[in-house]
Each structure stands twice: as structure tokens, then as C-alpha cells.
């Protein structure tokens, strides 16, 4: 038997987050991943934001593997023959600090997970943990147990270790993400999306998945462009589609079509995500354990939010220093490892989901979904529409009819405002 003061289960981004840091404190740690390597198995839209990377990695920009600058933000509520855009391009974003990334998680997470190894962690790979033990952890190798003072579970959504020690909630609000890479040359992306040198774009979409609660999203890589939806899973079942149709759909929407004609699917992927946020954590402690990211629903995204590697890499820095602090004072009980939970609640991982913790609810809520994208679009086109010979009707009157056309009453709007204005 192996033997280590921290065995970390999963070389995600928190499991990698995890170890650096445990690494860091000078303790030994492993960090255990099924995968042939760091990333093989994992999907995301994606881009990564730097505010947690600044603390994890100081000059991470220098040296990470990044597929373009994210210097436009994108908003979009469609219906099938109108979209609405809030499109926001903000320079500055394209220099250090930096704001967000675009990038391919197979180099995301092979290079995360080679900062831990570079700060003294132990990558295990093509192992699977499959429980644990009375001293550390059972892996699917002959004579593969692994002892350990403390486990960081990072084993992400279907998490077996949360799941076996009865940590696990009911993941009602799980949603499958679905993505397809479209191959297009870069001089294309650039003029369609309005970008130059290594600037990139990021698409939040809503209103683009028929009957069935989610969202979309669009990021611009170097060479290709991810394009998906997230889906709520009794939607998607109850609606008896299948996501790639949903996917063509807005491939072809009208606002869509001419960002990603002749893209070549050069990859399609699938991936749970656990959407339910705050209200559906489970708890993050027991003895000699503690979980981290997906692991213990950290993810936050809410059909169009997609921050999930954020709060993973969060999660899993201070996962990691609260296990060394344990093994330093000598008590990796519960109680010894409580420390965690109260870092994550005074930093932005648990700050944010706490602050929306409505939003999940909301954003997936059947008036979100399918009836505010045709109320405000409706209501923007009849502010833009000049109809000769009539005076142009009052911003009252317009909701009124958007209201009326679409269903939607008044108080639902003023409570689903104050919800959002609180959360935001
Ligand atoms: P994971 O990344 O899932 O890592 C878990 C690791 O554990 C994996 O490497 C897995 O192989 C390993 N593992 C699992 N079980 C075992 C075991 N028993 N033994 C050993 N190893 C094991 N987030 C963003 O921030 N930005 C985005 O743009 C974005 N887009 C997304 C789009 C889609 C379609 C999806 C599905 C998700 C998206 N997310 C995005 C969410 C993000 O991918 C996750 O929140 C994030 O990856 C969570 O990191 P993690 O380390 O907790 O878990």
C-alpha cells in the first residue's frame, strides 16, 4: 500500500487546485485521475475566468494554454424569428490581468495538473478510485489502496465518495450539457465575430431549447467554435427530443446561421452538470474527507451561467489548505477539517452561489424559458418598428400587448425583477 498525507480524487480542475496547494504546504499528496491524463474525460463550453487563477497561479496568463482572450460578452434571447443581444466588448479585458479565457480542457487540465506535480503532487493516472477504505482509498489496481490522513473527494458530478458516504443530495436540478466544436479558419472567426489578433467571443443564449428548460452557448477558439446546449434532464426526456436536434436548431437560427456556416464538427461531447446551486449542496465535510467542485454541485450554471471551473478551482485551493491545516494541528476529524466550509463561505465560492441561490429557480423557471424571450423581443421590435401614419406607441402600451400576447402578468414580472435585482 501507497501511502500519502493527502490523496486527491480526480484531476479536474479542483482535484488540481487540491493538490497544488497541499503540495505547496509541504505535505505528500496524490493526486488520483481515471483518465489516461488530466482532461481526457472532461467537457466545457468553454472559457475559464482569471479571478481565482490570480490568487492560484500568480501570472497565470504567462504561462497558460489559452485559445483566445474573451473581449466580448454576449447576451441573446432568441425566439424562433427574432433575437435580442446585449453585447458588451470591453478592451481592457484583452490585456493582463486578463478577464476570461477560451481554451481546450484536455490542455487546461493537463497544465493545471502539471503545477501540482511541479509543486511536489504525485499524478496517478488510468486509475479509478472506487471507494474508500479504512485508511485512505480503494483504486481498481491489484495492491492499488492508497493511504491517506485526508481525502479530497473532486471526483465531479456523479461523485462515488460523496455518494458512498451518504453526503450525496438528490440531484434533481442536474442538466446535461451538449456540445459540438465546429472547425472554421481563423481568419473567418475573426471577421464574423468582429475580432482581431487574439481576441475571442463568449455567446450566453437564452430561449433556444424549445420546451425544455436551458440555455445555449457560443465561444470562439483559435480554430473552431463551441456551440451547445444545456438541457434540464426531465425536460429533455418529457420532450422526447434529441439534443443535437436542438443543437441544429440553433445552428440554423437566423442570428446564429451566419456566425457558424460551413463549421466542420470536428467533435460532439456530453457532460452533467450540476445546476441546483446553493439549495442543493450537500455538506462539504466528514471525518478524514472533505468535497470539492462538482463533486458537491459548486458549479452554478443555470442554463446560460457556465462558471463551473471558477468555484471548482476555488473550491479545491481552499479544500487543500484546510487539509493541510488539519494534518498540522493534528486533527483531520470533522471538526478539524470544518475550517474548510468556513473558508469557502467568506470567499466568492460559497459567497456567490449563496447570493444565487434563487437564480437556478428562476433562469429555468417556465416564464424565463418560454415566456420573457418573446415578451422582450416583442417589446424591443414594437420601440424599433416604424409603422407609417400611426404615432408611436408608448413604452406602456407595448407591455401591455407583450404581456397580454405572451402571458404574463404583472406580478410575476415584479416578483421575478426584485428575485433577480436581489441575486445580481
Ligand atoms: P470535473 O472537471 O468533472 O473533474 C472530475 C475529474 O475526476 C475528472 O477528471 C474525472 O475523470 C475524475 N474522476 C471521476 N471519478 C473518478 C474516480 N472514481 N477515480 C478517479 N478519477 C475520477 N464551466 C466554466 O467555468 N466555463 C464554461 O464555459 C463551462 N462550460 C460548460 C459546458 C458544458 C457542456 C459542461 C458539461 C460544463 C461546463 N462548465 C463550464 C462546467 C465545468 O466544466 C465544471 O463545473 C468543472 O469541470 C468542474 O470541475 P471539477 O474539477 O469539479 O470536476
Redesign the pocket.
Known sequence: MTEFDVVV???????SAAALEVARAGLSVAL????PF??A?????????GRVLDELIPRWWERMPVQRWVTRRSTMVLTPTQALTVDLRAQDWGQAPYNGATAHRSEL?SWLAEQAVAAGATLITS????GRSATGVRTDRPDGDIAAKVVIA????NS?LAKEAGLFKAREHNTL???ETLALPRAVIDERFGLTGDEGADFEIIGCTGDIPGGG?L?TNKESVGI?V?LELDGLTAAKVRPEELIAELKAHPAIAPLVRGGELVEYSA???PEGGYRTMPELVTDGMLI????AAM?L?AGIW???????LGA?MYAGRAAAAAIAKGDTSKAGLAAYRTMLENSFVLGDHRRLRDMPGLVLSERVQRRYPGLVCDLAQGMFEVDNAQPKPGLRKLLREARRTHGVRVRDLLRDGITAMRSL
Open positions: 480524487v480526480g484531476a479536474g480542475p479542483a482535484g488520483v485521475e481515471r483518465g488530466p482532461g474525460k472532461n467537457v466545457f463550453g468553454g472559457v475559464v475566468y487540465d486509475t479509478v478510485v472506487t473532486c471526483d465531479g458530478v462515488f450539457g451538449v456540445k452557448f465561444y451547445g444545456v457532460h452533467l452538470i470539492a467542485g462538482d463533486a458549479c450554471a457556465l462558471e463551473g471551473v471558477n468555484f471548482a479545491g
